[in-house]
């Protein structure tokens, strides 16, 4: 792949959430694609940290498509619950991903661990890893994280995935109450984009 300005880009995600995020992101002379337009389904993510699972992606959609493709591999580690749901975030709503049901795993999980955890700051973090490949070539591969906790309850309707009971560190509100606008300027995909803007 010659160095040279990228003005076309697949973003690898079917979650509609990731995709308008990563969209905002993007510098606006870069033309999009996302994967529905070309009808693909997601690989199997079978890699054992962020990073991998995001270059099994990136990798996968680029060789599909013939694009440069960019990837974004995120999730939610608990320290009570010793980093879980960590890469298995997405994998805690089943099949369809419905993160109601992995938001309700959480809270089960919790109470599992500590009927009274509610009365503790539950420490927590999402972690983002991004990558870049062209066909089976690796052109960057980034990660960043924000550190928070959890809430004792699901709050707000904005965002997407764990939103709803994430609360960023010195703030009061989840993801879910923060507008997206301001949203996009404090969270882990902001971060890791940072580090991944001179490759762009």
Not at 19 to 34: A, C, H, M, W
Not at 166 to 188: L, M, N, R, S, V
Request: net charge positive; glycine share 8%; charged share 35%.
């Amino acid at each position: 792949m010659p160095k040279q300005k990228i003005n076309k880009l697949l973003i690898g995600t079917n979650n509609k959430g990731k995709l308008r995020e990563i969209k905002s992101l993007l510098p606006k002379n870069i033309e999009i694609y996302s994967t529905s337009k070309f009808n693909l389904k997601s690989p199997i993510e079978n890699g054992k940290t962020f990073k991998e699972n995001s270059l099994i992606k990136s990798k996968y959609f680029s060789k599909r498509t013939g694009l440069l493709c960019l990837a974004d591999d995120s999730g939610l580690e608990i320290d009570f619950l010793d980093k879980r749901p960590g890469i298995y975030s997405a994998r805690w709503g089943g099949k369809k991903g419905d993160f109601n049901k992995a938001i309700k795993r959480v809270y089960r999980e919790l109470n599992k661990k500590n009927k009274n955890w509610k009365l503790r700051k539950i420490k927590a973090r999402f972690i983002c890893a991004l990558s870049i490949s062209y066909l089976n070539k690796k052109i960057a591969c980034v990660q960043s994280k924000i550190e928070g906790y959890i809430s004792n309850e699901p709050k707000g309707i904005n965002g997407f995935g764990y939103d709803p009971i994430f609360i960023p560190k010195g703030k009061k509100k989840t993801f879910g109450e923060i507008k997206p606008a301001k949203k996009y300027k404090i969270d882990h995909r902001y971060f890791a984009f940072k580090k991944l803007r001179k490759f762009l």
